[in-house]
């Protein structure tokens, strides 16, 4: 291999795992920093998680820390009661980092 074609090798490797990482938000972002929260939950969940008396329960609770990975992203995927489903509305990395964000507010 000429030193020309190794570096267009290296650079489309490049390339191609900055795509990758870029569609992975930073691990230290939290639920109320994620743009996905703000623009689809917060208006029934509130800006902070918390709640809102007229919208959804607070996303801070015994209920949630004591449901599992699945039962969140399952209640995201399918809704339940007045909560709307998001399967196919967000993509299933988006609720997956939603699902971490929230058990991560969650953690004692
Ligand atoms: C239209 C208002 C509304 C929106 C928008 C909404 N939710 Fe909800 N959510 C609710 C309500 C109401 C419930 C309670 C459902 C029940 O228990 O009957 C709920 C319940 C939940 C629960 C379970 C809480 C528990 O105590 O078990 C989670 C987790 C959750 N929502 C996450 C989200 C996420 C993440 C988003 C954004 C992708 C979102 N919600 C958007 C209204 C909403």
């Given at each position: 291999?000429?030193?020309?074609?190794?570096?267009?090798?290296?650079?489309?490797?490049?390339?191609?795992?900055?795509?990758?990482?870029?569609?992975?938000?930073?691990?230290?972002?939290?639920?109320?920093?994620?743009?996905?929260?703000?623009?689809?939950?917060?208006?029934?969940?509130?800006?902070?998680?918390?709640?809102?008396?007229?919208?959804?329960?607070?996303?801070?609770?015994?209920?949630?820390?004591?449901?599992?990975?699945d039962e969140l992203a399952n209640i995201i995927n399918n809704g339940k009661g007045?909560m709307p489903k998001y399967a196919g509305k967000l993509?299933?990395?988006?609720i997956?980092?939603?699902?971490?964000?929230?058990?991560?507010?969650?953690?004692?």
């Open positions: 291999m000429k030193a020309s074609q190794l570096s267009i090798a290296t650079c489309s490797l490049f390339f191609a795992l900055t795509g990758v990482f870029a569609q992975t938000p930073p691990s230290d972002t939290t639920l109320t920093a994620n743009p996905v929260f703000e623009k689809n939950c917060a208006k029934c969940h509130g800006k902070t998680a918390e709640g809102r008396h007229f919208g959804g329960p607070a996303l801070i609770s015994e209920q949630v820390a004591a449901a599992s990975a007045h993509t299933p990395q988006e997956d980092t939603l699902v971490r964000q929230i058990r991560a507010l969650n953690k004692k």
